[in-house]
């Protein structure tokens, strides 16, 4: 058994190396590779003991253990300019923001590519089909994964097309954090669509989405990822019958384990009745804008109109998302738009507000935000509970307050399904359907 394992092995290493002399890029670039590369973070290092080599032959065509394998694409627009499109399954995230240059020290050419949105970035030194470097977020506190990438490189986890023992597709119960106590686990509903080894889908919870996550599905082993330049997220099971194992790393400092299973009765909990407002309450603020304007509520500027006041922060994608959504709103319905004040209240991971305001100015220009973006406070649920004392609690970045043109809360909505999930359809028609109705 172990002579054939080192035997097929053997032919998948040939087989990898000769198809990898036959990738052939357009040369006329002056600067990195166009086309497809295959990135990795390394949110741990993996070594193998040197007497085991049947492991290490095996580690050759499978992703080692740690890894977060995700793809992107350079795409030059002449000569000299170039942008870059991280992807996601279905998505694509446009990066224009690039810094190129030389290190003279090191005699080797060096690359950032931002983020902006979410104040992050990858550094990495290239040598000729080769990145490596690190993944960079500003406004944690040494935060940094190493990062390393390979052109001409398609796949996401492995070329394998090893046959899967049944097809994933469709909903799956599932707890996150069963290995701690009851009261600490989290309630999910896996969406997966599977087309023979090819793997995609998210996992819905009451707060958010996990967005959009790609993958591959090896005989009884499955594996997910998303790169989005907030969230580095890594999910690895094994599928038993009707039951799925599995463990879920995001970024390098957190990881935990789950199960799902198969429910057609499993529902999360009505994102409309997570959140309440507490008995007598009225939600009231005033804030500056970056700008330095104040934005004052109850005041005229909010007479005869629906309110719309969203708690979020710039570095969530979910509030990203529910973003893009009111701002397409707006512009699709310009009449109705005329009748709505729409607010973002940030609550930010920058030390100082002044760096905040700032963020969150380039934020609104970069999105194209037709609405105020207004710093709230720092970025936990302490203060945007703190910050609305009229609620209840504070359960999720984003939260939805919905208020009439007579000051009545009509509506307050936990987390986002967004575009990655089912329901994010459903939730455009309710929307639509509550702003009508209160007109």
Not at 173 to 181: A, N, R
Request: a neutral charge; charged letters at 25%.
């Amino acid at each position: 058994m172990m002579y054939k394992t080192l035997i097929t092995s053997f032919l998948f290493i040939f087989s990898v190396i000769l198809l990898s002399r036959c990738v052939t890029t357009d040369t006329a670039y002056s600067r990195v590779a166009p086309g497809m590369w295959r990135g990795v973070l390394e949110l741990e290092k993996y070594r193998v003991a040197v007497n085991d080599k049947d492991t290490i032959m095996i580690l050759y065509d499978q992703f080692k253990p740690g890894e977060l394998p995700f793809n992107f694409e350079i795409t030059y627009t002449d000569e000299e300019r170039f942008y870059v499109e991280i992807i996601n399954g279905s998505e694509r995230i446009r990066l224009d923001s690039i810094q190129y240059g030389r290190d003279r020290s090191q005699a080797r050419d060096t690359m950032n590519i931002w983020f902006p949105e979410y104040q992050s970035y990858i550094h990495a030194e290239i040598r000729g089909g080769v990145m490596q470097g690190e993944w960079v977020v500003t406004t944690k506190e040494d935060y940094r994964i190493p990062f390393y990438a390979h052109a001409g490189r398609g796949y996401r986890f492995t070329p394998l097309q090893e046959t899967p023992v049944r097809d994933l597709t469709g909903s799956w119960p599932t707890l996150f954090g069963v290995e701690g106590k009851p009261e600490d686990q989290e309630k999910a509903i896996g969406e997966f669509k599977q087309k023979g080894n090819h793997l995609e889908g998210t996992f819905r919870t009451e707060t958010g989405d996990y967005r959009f996550l790609e993958g591959t599905v090896q005989g009884r082993k499955f594996f997910l990822s998303c790169f989005d330049g907030a969230h580095a997220y890594l999910f690895s099971g094994s599928i038993k019958n009707d039951t799925l194992q599995g463990e879920f790393r995001s970024g390098h400092r957190y990881q935990t384990l789950w199960t799902g299973w198969q429910d057609p009765q499993f529902k999360l909990g009505a994102a409309d009745s997570l959140t309440q407002l507490k008995k007598g309450a009225a939600v009231r603020f005033a804030v500056k804008t970056p700008e330095g304007k104040d934005l004052v509520y109850p005041s005229p500027a909010f007479d005869n109109k629906i309110k719309v006041f969203t708690v979020m922060g710039t570095w969530c994608p979910n509030c990203r998302d529910e973003q893009v959504f009111l701002t397409e709103f707006l512009k699709e319905n310009p009449d109705v738009a005329q009748e709505m004040a729409v607010v973002g209240f940030a609550f930010e991971r920058n030390k100082e507000v002044a760096q905040s305001n700032a963020h969150l100015s380039a934020y609104k220009k970069k999105m194209g935000i037709p609405f105020e973006i207004v710093y709230a406070g720092k970025a936990d649920k302490a203060s945007a509970a703190q910050f609305f004392p009229a609620l209840d609690h504070v359960m999720a970045f984003p939260t939805m307050i919905v208020i009439d043109k007579q000051n009545q809360v009509r509506q307050i909505h936990t987390g986002f399904d967004g575009p990655a999930t089912s329901k994010y359809a459903d939730f455009k028609l309710e929307f639509t359907r509550l702003i009508q109705d209160l007109r």
